[in-house]
T-cell receptor, first 117, second 113 residues
């Protein structure tokens, strides 16, 4: 019973390049959440998606960041024209179809550690 | 708005000693509270959760936490620390009807032999 799968585990990009982070939720889960963890900080909510829909993107930076969760395939967090400040660990979590976070535990992946040179 | 404050970014205890990690929350609605643990280079694993039932919540690995509304606290305890407990611990809050979880900055627990 595979958990939340994120890849790559480590990603190195030069300033100005694009970063694509992938997240495959647990089997049967249709809700995906992305969080960012900066050094010495807790996780900060970025975006909440269901299949083909962005439900809440209140934590996403207004520029360069986008997320999708297509009907088929993993959820993608895309960062265009990366800058050094984007260096962080990006975590994906998933939960079952019932919508409320308090009822549905979010199961976390191992994260993607992005380093921008 | 909700928030979580974890007191002490680093806590050291001796093996076999009591573990106490402090968490205070702020919430204008009844909160749901969580403790997560993160081992190096891994994702977050749920230790325990409070969702308005019993105020003393037991979790995995011998951890427990007590919800105290009067003190707006949800401290995590374990009677006897093991070396394997060394990790980072996050307190988090949400509420019914909210999809996002608000995390504290974390407390790194060090176990001394």
């Amino acid at each position: 019973n595979a958990g939340v799968m994120q890849n790559p585990r480590h990603l190195v990009r030069r300033r100005g390049q694009e970063a694509r982070l992938r997240c495959s939720p647990m089997k049967g889960h249709s809700h995906v959440y992305w969080y960012r963890q900066l050094p010495e900080e807790g996780l900060k909510f970025m975006v909440y998606l269901q299949k083909e829909n962005i439900i809440d993107e209140s934590g996403m930076p207004k520029e360069r960041f986008s997320a999708e969760f297509p009907k088929e395939g993993p959820s993608i967090l895309r960062i265009q024209q990366v800058v050094r400040g984007d260096s962080a660990a990006y975590f994906c979590a998933s939960s079952p179809p019932q919508r409320r976070a308090a009822k549905n535990i979010q199961y976390f992946g191992a994260g993607t550690r992005l380093s921008v040179l | 708005a909700q928030s979580v404050t974890q007191l002490g970014s680093h806590v050291s205890v001796s093996e076999g000693a009591l573990v106490l990690l402090r968490c205070n929350y702020s919430s204008s609605v009844p909160p749901y509270l969580f403790w997560y643990v993160q081992y190096p280079n891994q994702g977050l694993q749920l230790l325990l959760k409070y969702t308005s039932a019993a105020t003393l919540v037991k979790g995995i690995n011998g951890f427990e936490a007590e919800f105290k509304k009067s003190e707006t606290s949800f401290h995590l305890t374990k009677p006897s620390a093991h070396m394997s407990d060394a990790a980072e611990y996050f307190c988090a809050v949400t509420s019914w009807g909210d999809d996002k979880i608000i995390f504290g900055k974390g407390t790194r627990l060090h176990i001394l032999p």
